[in-house]
């Protein structure tokens, strides 16, 4: 039985931060400073602002970030509002939503499937338990599909989660 239980166990220590939920403190380089920022040059990721939006891979849908709880999207526990529309612009209540939080550089998804509830009359989304265990680039695909035969798309959005 500990032979199994090991492995898990340092996966868990080398891959997620406090178990409080919240967002960590900053560090504090040597000379008592706060260490620079692990974000501030990272090509790869958008830099989140409330209201961004990004169209899907098949371009048949956009998705806009209403608003994030915290904001900036942080480690810990996140909170999102989204819009849902179409290429035109024109909201669109009613679809079926699922959002995969993944880690590139470590290769592991979220320890968490987040859970999208809809209005279905306005387009709006709320997406709750975000958990984000680390820092650095988080990729968030959003599979969006709208009937049951209808358009399917991913929308991607990518984030680099800071110290």
């Known amino acids: 039985m500990r032979r199994l239980l090991a492995p898990s166990l340092a996966f868990v220590a080398a891959c997620s931060s406090s178990s409080s939920g919240g967002a960590a403190p900053a560090p504090i380089d040597a000379g008592g400073e706060p260490a620079p920022s692990l974000c501030a040059n990272e090509p790869r990721a958008q830099a989140y602002t409330q209201g961004i939006e ?15 709880t915290p904001s900036p999207i942080g480690q810990g526990d996140n909170r999102w509002n989204i819009a849902l529309s179409d290429s035109s612009g ?6 079926t939503i699922a959002l995969k939080p993944f880690m590139p550089d470590h290769g592991h998804a979220a320890a968490q499937i ?15 338990k975000i958990e984000l265990a680390m820092s650095g680039v988080w990729t968030f695909t959003f599979d969006v599909r709208v009937g ?10 990518t984030f680099c989660i800071d110290r």
Do not use: E, R
């Open 54 to 68: 990004q169209t899907g891979t098949g371009g048949h849908f956009k998705i806009k970030l209403l608003n994030a």
């Open 114 to 128: 987040p859970v999208v509830a809809a209005d279905p009359l306005t387009g709006q989304y709320t997406v709750s």
């Open 148 to 157: 049951d035969a209808g358009a399917s798309d991913q929308v991607v959005f």
């Open 90 to 95: 024109k909201a669109i209540g009613g679809a």
